[in-house]
């Protein structure tokens, strides 16, 4: 386990230096829990994404959507990008009335069963994961003898929100979803000023 923080203003001290590394090696499974979401922040995804998801490899992924502050065409190239609806891909979005759905949980599952998981302060947005905001978090590793079955209860953590249908998610498999969303105000059609907790 080793903790990272952009205040450090080094490289190593960002979750994309770790994202980097951690996706270099090839990717049985993604899993994310993301509070806030720009296709910015997700860039250095994309490439991984694309080919786990035409390689069956698991992906669940949960954004948030706090205030109308997610983006519906960013959520829509996701659904083109990872093609939905798949059996083994998953993308829900998050919002409540009265709460902000506000983790930030990044974890991978590499080709050779290794896990490593950043658990912090960074939202899946530039600013964050480039640590541009100041961002601190705690990175887990297996080969670095981190515990596995802590590692495998963030996948449990996340996976749970679609298998039990919680309240607030909702199951994104086509662009039909994400217009209700922005019918709804749940996502909105270009970026919000900021807001607390964003980023």
């Given at each position: ?5 952009s205040s450090v203003t ?129 990175v887990l590793d297996t ?57």
């Amino acid at each position: 386990m080793r903790y990272i923080d952009s205040s450090v203003t080094q490289p190593d001290q960002t979750v994309a230096f770790w994202m980097q590394g951690a996706l270099a090696e090839g990717v049985d499974s993604f899993h994310c829990q993301a509070g806030y979401f720009t296709l910015e922040g997700a860039s250095l995804l994309v490439p991984v994404l694309r080919q786990c998801a035409e390689d069956g490899a698991n992906i669940h992924l949960l954004l948030g959507a706090n205030h109308g502050s997610t983006i519906a065409s960013h959520v829509s190239y996701l659904v083109g990008l990872l093609d939905l609806p798949r059996t083994h891909v998953a993308l829900g979005v998050v919002a409540f009335d009265d709460a902000l759905f506000h983790p930030k949980v990044y974890h991978v599952t590499r080709a050779d069963g290794s896990q490593t998981a950043y658990v912090g302060s960074a939202n899946l947005t530039g600013p964050g994961i480039a640590g541009r905001n100041v961002e601190a978090g705690l990175v887990l590793d297996t080969r670095a003898g981190d515990d596995g079955d802590v590692l495998r209860q963030i996948v449990r953590h996340v996976e749970r929100w679609f298998v039990e249908e919680l309240p607030g998610l909702t199951r994104i498999g086509s662009v039909v979803d994400i217009d209700i969303l922005l019918a709804s105000n749940i996502l909105s059609v270009r970026s919000q000023p900021y807001s607390t907790g964003s980023g």
